[in-house]
């Protein structure tokens, strides 16, 4: 265990004073997600270790650099996990990684996403003071919840040092099944069986095969299996493995990738290229030589955003454009907790 909360305050502190911009460094495993960030390296990986766990509370707290496969082995050895199976990326991936990016796993539509499990967080903001935000219980009433605003941030509002989640109880049985079938059918389907009492915790689409991941108590599992039929998975949990790190045969190629969100009753969109359907149908890989613009209108117009992913250009916009009062409270917030706009400058939108 080491705490560098103090040393990260004080280099902090002097980026202030010179009016220099700092640059988040964690384990490096999701680097490419965002745009470059402006500004000396701030590496904060060195700050690690478990702070407090409870498994009877089911919670836990630990510094931002603590390793992820750590903390999942260490709540593993209990027969828990975290929920929202967040994706490592590379074996660097870190606690406050996983939060400051704000992705979720195969089972995020059943079981939440990440900011539904955070208590709370220790952070310094851009004034150079370290604050505290929520508790480690989950009947937090202390005002406005900013620790889960936090969450999904980029490190533009500050550097996150401590974070408190909840935990659960890993599932007792699971079972993966497999149906032939297409994109349109996939939709309709999953749309079907998400409205029924079925123990699904992940479901993914390849563009020719539907695959559902069932959780829960033995007796449950078993009965959904016999009712839905399909073909039984024995690697079940290689498959999740491989959608949930993008080492799946459809995240291999270097082509551009887009992450679309829509609703997930959406029918397949009128875009041409390549896709991966996840979740319940709401998160949709793509693959396309189609232009940005256009890619974004097409989600838009059916309600939904799209986020370069990963390739392409990364000095233009990345992420969805906000609406004129969205990037208004967008740039509000950013004055309010890093007022000098020192921390991972351009990461989410050039102009934050």
């Known amino acids: 265990m080491s705490d560098l909360s103090e040393a990260l305050q004080a280099r902090v502190a002097e980026a202030i004073a010179q009016k220099t911009p700092l640059s988040i460094e964690g384990g490096g495993s999701k680097a490419f997600h965002g745009r470059p960030s402006e500004g000396a390296p701030l590496p904060v990986a060195g700050h690690r270790g478990v702070i407090n766990y409870a498994p009877t509370e089911l919670m836990i707290t630990a510094r931002c650099g603590t390793p992820l496969s750590e903390i999942e082995a260490l709540l593993a050895e209990h027969g828990q996990m975290l929920p929202f199976e967040p994706p490592h990326f590379g074996p660097g991936a870190t606690l406050g990684g996983a939060v400051a990016c704000g992705l979720s796993g195969p089972r995020r539509p059943w079981s939440g996403a990440v900011r539904d499990f955070v208590l709370g967080i220790r952070c310094i903001n851009g004034k150079g003071e370290i604050l505290h935000f929520g508790g480690e219980v989950v009947k937090n009433v202390a005002g406005f919840d900013a620790s889960r605003l936090m969450t999904g941030a980029l490190g533009t509002l500050g550097v996150i040092l401590d974070v408190s989640l909840k935990t659960l109880p890993r599932?007792?049985?699971?079972?993966?099944?497999?149906?032939?079938?297409?994109?349109?059918?996939?939709?309709?389907?999953?749309?079907?069986?998400?409205?029924?009492?079925?123990?699904?915790?992940?479901?993914?689409?390849?563009?020719?095969?539907?695959?559902?991941?069932?959780?829960?108590?033995?007796?449950?599992?078993?009965?959904?299996?016999?009712?839905?039929?399909?073909?039984?998975?024995?690697?079940?949990?290689?498959?999740?493995?491989?959608?949930?790190?993008?080492?799946?045969?459809?995240?291999?190629?270097?082509?551009?990738?887009?992450?679309?969100?829509?609703?997930?009753?959406t029918p397949p969109l009128p875009i041409s290229g390549e896709w991966f359907m996840e979740w319940d149908g709401g998160q949709r890989w793509l693959k396309t030589a189609m232009q940005a613009g256009i890619v974004r209108e097409i989600a838009a117009r059916h309600g939904g955003h799209a986020t370069l992913f990963r390739g392409g250009d990364r000095t233009g916009q990345v992420f969805h454009p906000l609406p004129p009062a969205m990037a208004g409270i967008h740039k509000r917030l950013k004055l309010a907790f890093d007022p000098h706009g020192i921390f991972n400058r351009g990461r989410l939108y050039p102009d934050l």
Request: charged letters at 25%.
């Open 171 to 265: 599932p007792r049985a699971e079972r993966t099944l497999a149906f032939a079938m297409d994109a349109a059918r996939a939709i309709e389907q999953l749309n079907r069986w998400c409205a029924s009492p079925l123990p699904l915790s992940a479901a993914s689409h390849d563009g020719e095969r539907l695959c559902i991941r069932l959780s829960g108590a033995p007796a449950a599992v078993e009965a959904a299996a016999r009712r839905l039929g399909g073909e039984h998975l024995p690697d079940g949990e290689r498959h999740w493995a491989e959608v949930r790190e993008h080492r799946h045969a459809f995240f291999q190629e270097d082509a551009p990738l887009w992450r679309l969100a829509v609703a997930p009753a």
